[in-house]
């Protein structure tokens, strides 16, 4: 199934009435998703406010945290504490964010499950899930840095 139709279908099976809010909430994820930008709620509110201007931040906010529980979006935490939203469509990864210009790339890459274990067994957690976000500079951002050093 293609994220747009999971997106849309998400909200059918969470039992939420299909408003004309929820509807377009949907259809502005999917456009994020087509295009791979990340956002944060209060950018996504502003922006359906432009369409509805009664558009309640609470619906959002709880529109989006649903999609991130059954796993359609991602958080995204930045090294600075802040975090972003991303349509990332399932499927297990983590993330790579630059402490410059905030890009983020989808990474393939996860601690071996016998660490996982491990960890579970040292600590007497039984774990239900995990994130990793690396941080570092993108390539265009070192360059960029050390230009501005010669420069100077």
């Not at 309640?56 to 090294?79: D, H, P």
């Amino acid at each position: 199934m293609v994220i747009a139709e999971r997106i849309r279908a998400a909200f059918v099976e969470t039992s939420q009435r299909q408003t004309r809010p929820r509807q377009l909430i949907a259809d502005h994820l999917i456009a994020l998703a087509e295009s791979g930008t990340d956002f944060t709620i209060d950018d996504l509110w502003q922006t359906l406010r432009q369409v509805e201007p009664q558009m309640g931040r609470a619906t959002v906010y709880r529109s989006v945290e649903m999609l991130v529980q059954i796993g359609l979006l991602n958080r995204v935490e930045f090294a600075d504490g802040t975090h972003h939203y991303r349509v990332c469509g399932g499927g297990h990864h983590h993330h790579l964010t630059c402490t410059r210009c905030r890009r983020v790339l989808d990474i393939d890459l996860c601690l071996p499950e016998e660490q996982l274990q491990t960890l579970s067994v040292q600590t007497g957690f039984t774990l239900e899930g995990h994130t990793l976000t690396l941080f570092g500079q993108c390539a265009q951002c070192r360059l960029q840095a050390s230009s501005e050093q010669k420069a100077e």
